[in-house]
């Protein structure tokens, strides 16, 4: 930790790592699990019915909001450290079943990237490096994780607001035509069995049950 900048400084750089270290397992994972030439039939029939529902597209955006703001919550390293660290454990569970279940997309509509490629990748001139990353969907891994932390961290009507928001957004993957079923319900599955490590890294970061640091503690180690 002492190599770490003091305080919310130090916060930044821990996200800025996990962004890094992210990207590189999530674009690795999309080019393996693009090189089957066949996908597997894991979906339901009645998930091609789904109409696509753009109006909802600002609640499923708004993870990658949520998680780029969320280094800005922590005073210090230590308290990045928990949250961060397990976003990336997630992501790296799930990169492996990315590759190795690839799901073949029964939604029908006019973007066959899906609305990654549709709404960024396409217009910059890239490649779409998030189509194949199916299941466990990590928007509702993610969006729940984040909520939890907020609840921990500031506890009161905070809790609320916070899974108010998660469950739309973890809804919000089938309707956008980005994730199916099994992608939803595998993403339920790696929240609730990695939501223990939470506690564990905050207490081996020294961090009180709120994620944060004890008042006895330096402002930053």
């Not at 821990?14 to 270290?21: N, Q």
């Not at 217009?123 to 932390?149: D, E, F, R």
């Not at 992608?183 to 994620?211: E, K, Q, W």
């Amino acid at each position: 930790m002492d190599r770490f900048p003091a305080g919310r400084p130090g916060a930044l750089l821990v996200a800025v790592i996990y962004f890094i270290l992210f990207s590189l397992i999530w674009s690795g994972a999309h080019e393996l699990s693009d090189l089957w030439a066949r996908r597997l039939p894991l979906t339901f029939e009645w998930e091609s019915r789904i109409p696509f529902q753009g109006w909802i597209l600002p609640v499923y955006f708004s993870l990658d909001v949520a998680v780029i703001c969320l280094p800005f919550l922590f005073r210090s390293c230590r308290e990045a450290m928990a949250p961060m660290g397990l976003l990336l454990i997630q992501g790296v569970i799930a990169a492996p079943f990315f590759v190795l279940l690839p799901i073949e997309n029964v939604y029908t509509n006019d973007m066959e990237t899906g609305v990654w490629g549709t709404w960024l990748f396409e217009p910059l001139g890239m490649k779409n490096v998030s189509q194949w990353n199916q299941t466990p969907s990590l928007h509702v891994t993610y969006s729940l994780t984040v909520a939890t932390v907020v609840a921990r961290r500031f506890g009161g009507p905070w809790t609320w607001l916070a899974f108010a928001w998660a469950v739309p957004v973890s809804i919000s993957t089938m309707l956008v035509h980005e994730h199916h079923l099994i992608c939803v319900v595998g993403g339920l599955i790696l929240y609730v069995a990695t939501l223990p490590l939470l506690g564990r890294l905050s207490r081996r970061f020294g961090l009180d049950a709120r994620g944060r640091e004890f008042e006895s503690n330096p402002a930053d180690a």
